[in-house]
């Protein structure tokens, strides 16, 4: 790894782990600049996983005071979580590359979409009753915790996005913020699930997760302080940009 390519990942991790922090959908950002740098697919996903599970911790220090009285919600969704990546992560080591290479356009495409439709179904959320009774969802919600958990497991881009919008659906909690400090408590969850499972089954290129490591946790502290500050479209358009460029290339 050349300096010029290691300066690219650890400022990609520190965009991504701020992006993470504020929103998820950070591995739109390292992801495409680990395929940039001529590394495999598969290695890229493995190696960018395991070094965002920092960056994902340190986000849900950053918000650990929207995590105050949230521990009942907590015990009953990361087990789902855990589960999920466990299952999402075995698909990617099972499959084959090939079939990675295959839909992970599609995947990087839907995700783009949905952090385009982020501002849309925030607003909607937002319009529910408060204290909507989360009771009457049943296992619903541990249900599509889980499903998220094998999205993450395997690929992960925009699942916080996908989480922020099941919890403040399906939870009752009418805080965004709160529902966002548990979203990044179960993509920690699930990130350092998949990156057990990887570092004891695939090669990981310790480099490269290292500096996402570094990058991501500084990264995801400042999000989680000033994240709130940074203007929503600005954002939206840097993660969808970089995302088409992804597909393209992968394509």
């Not at 607003?123 to 249900?143: C, I, Q, V």
Request: hydrophobic share 55%.
């Amino acid at each position: 790894m050349t300096f010029g390519h290691a300066l690219a990942v650890l400022a990609a991790a520190l965009a991504a782990g701020a992006i993470n922090a504020v929103v998820g959908s950070g591995t739109l950002i390292t992801f495409p600049t680990l395929l940039a740098l001529g590394y495999p697919a598969v290695l890229a996903n493995v190696s960018n996983n395991v070094g965002l599970v920092p960056g994902s911790a340190a986000a849900t220090w950053a918000y650990r005071r929207e995590l105050a009285g949230q521990r009942h919600r907590l015990i009953r969704l990361m087990p789902a979580s855990t589960v999920g990546a466990l299952v999402g992560a075995t698909l990617l080591l099972v499959l084959s590359s090939g079939a990675f290479k295959a839909v992970v356009p599609v995947l990087i495409g839907t995700a783009c979409v949905l952090v385009l439709l982020q501002p849309r179904l925030t607003a909607a959320l937002a319009r529910r009753p408060a204290g909507t009774d989360s009771r009457s969802f049943g296992l619903l919600l541990p249900a599509t915790v889980g499903l998220t958990g094998v999205y993450g497991g395997y690929f992960g881009a925009a699942q916080g996005v996908l989480l922020i919008g099941l919890l403040a659906t399906l939870s009752g909690e009418p805080s965004m913020q709160r529902n966002n400090a548990v979203k990044n408590v179960l993509a920690t969850t699930a990130n350092l699930a998949a990156a057990v499972l990887f570092i004891c089954s695939h090669p990981v290129d310790w480099a490269v997760a290292g500096l996402i490591a570094g990058g991501s946790t500084v990264g995801g502290l400042l999000g989680g302080r000033y994240g709130r500050r940074l203007p929503p479209s600005a954002l939206r358009a840097l993660i969808v940009l970089i995302g088409v460029v992804a597909i393209v290339r992968m394509l």
